[in-house]
Each structure stands twice: as C-alpha cells, then as structure tokens.
C-alpha cells in the first residue's frame, strides 16, 4: 500500500523565494498534518486538516507559510519569501478518524534548504 | 505548559542484548500514546501505540508499559538488531480547543553495536 507521499525529496533555493511542499496522504484518511524538523525544536506541528479543513494553525510561524488542502488527496505548504531560517525538513503525516487514537503515519519529507 | 520529554538522549547496547527507551509525561489526562522510529533520511515510522487503560501492549519483538502512578512510558527491544538503530520518539495525545493533536518528546537515539 502506498504510504503518505511528499515531493519534492530535496528543495535548494535562495531567499526571497517561493517554496511549495506538496504532500499525497493515504488514501481513507481525514487528517492530515504538517511538521518541521529542526536540531534545536524538534518535531513541531505547524497545521493540521480534518476532512480537508484547517483545524489548528496555531503552529504555524508567520504569515510567510500557508497551507491549503483543496480535496482529501492533496496538500500543500508554501513559503513565501523563504528566509534561511526556513531551512528544515518537513513532514507531511495523515491519519483516520478525528479521536486522536489513531496512529498518524508519515511521509519521508521534503529537506528544504534556503540559503 | 505539559510536555513528553525524554530522560536518555542516546542509548548504547550490544547486538542481542534487549533495549529500554524510556520517557516521562506530564498530563495525567493524557490517554493516548504512541512510539515512534525515525531512521536517517526519512520519517518517523509508527512502531506501537497503548491506550491508558493498558499497562502494557506487545508487538513484534516490541512491548509498551506505561505506568499511569509516575507518568512513565517504555519502550522495551527483545533481542536489539543493528537495523533497531535509529532515534525513537514518544508522543502523546494532547486535546486543546476541542481536537486532538500528538505532542512529541525529543527521542532517544539508539546506537546498536556488533
């Protein structure tokens, strides 16, 4: 079965750019997450969806990032301008059902780098 | 705030030898949690949850215990394989405004030796 799928794998771009993540979840699944991955913060939510509506952004760190899920097998993160603080990788997860007793699965993420 | 934090930040043992990552947590609420793998250059893959009506959960070569009394999860590795290595995560399930969201701990890198 396919697993969460996120492109691209490796995103190298100079500042001032637009960036934009984009994630597949699986297939049956209503949530869907957005992390970033960093040495110093760990493993931080910046969104998530239930049935393709923004639930919490409270994650999110500016108004530079916004997401969008326009139907429940597509996602998208993007910023803009990106600033070398950008520079993570970031995860796209999913999940079923909205309890939360349900194990979210991720993709292998996008190693975003903005120099 | 209540946060899942962990107490080893890297964890050393002998090929064969069993494995014991350990993590505490903060909110008694809490009634949900998960472990995590996340090897190098990829996500982190869901290895077992446990309920809080549980004190322990066995998987494949994997068991769960979590003591409720002191805020306490484990992980516990039968028989560690170099392919265990890799940093484990704990998470826990955190309801805020009404929906359900997962708060990581910053994971315990497990180094397995031949």
């Known amino acids: 079965d396919a697993g969460v799928i996120q492109s691209p794998r490796h995103e190298v771009t100079e500042m001032g750019q637009e960036v934009t993540l984009r994630c597949k979840p699986i297939s049956g699944h209503n949530s869907l997450f957005w992390y970033r991955q960093t040495m110093m913060r760990g493993l931080e939510l910046l969104i998530y969806?239930?049935?393709?509506?923004?639930?919490?952004d409270s994650g999110m760190p500016e108004d530079r990032f916004s997401a969008k899920m326009p139907n429940a097998s597509f996602s998208t993160l993007k910023i803009q301008p990106s600033e070398p603080r950008d520079s993570a990788v970031y995860f796209c997860?999913?999940?079923?059902?909205?309890?939360?007793?349900?194990?979210?699965?991720f993709g292998d993420g996008t190693r975003l780098s903005i120099l | 705030g209540e946060s899942v934090g962990l107490h080893l930040p890297t964890l050393s043992v002998q090929e064969g030898d069993n494995s014991i990552i350990n993590c505490a947590y903060s909110n008694s609420a809490s009634d949900y949690f998960i472990w995590y793998k996340q090897e190098s250059g990829k996500g982190p893959q869901f290895i077992i949850d446990i309920r809080s009506n549980m004190d322990k959960r066995q998987g494949q070569r994997v068991t769960v215990l979590l003591n409720k009394t002191v805020k306490h999860l484990s992980l516990q590795i039968a028989a560690t394989q170099p392919g265990d290595s890799a940093v484990y995560f704990c998470a826990e399930k955190e309801r805020t405004g009404g929906y359900n969201k997962l708060i990581f701990g910053a994971g315990t890198r497990l180094a397995v030796h031949p």
């Open positions: 969806f239930n049935n393709n509506v923004p639930i919490d």
């Open positions: 997860a999913s999940s079923r059902g909205i309890t939360g007793n349900q194990p979210q699965h």
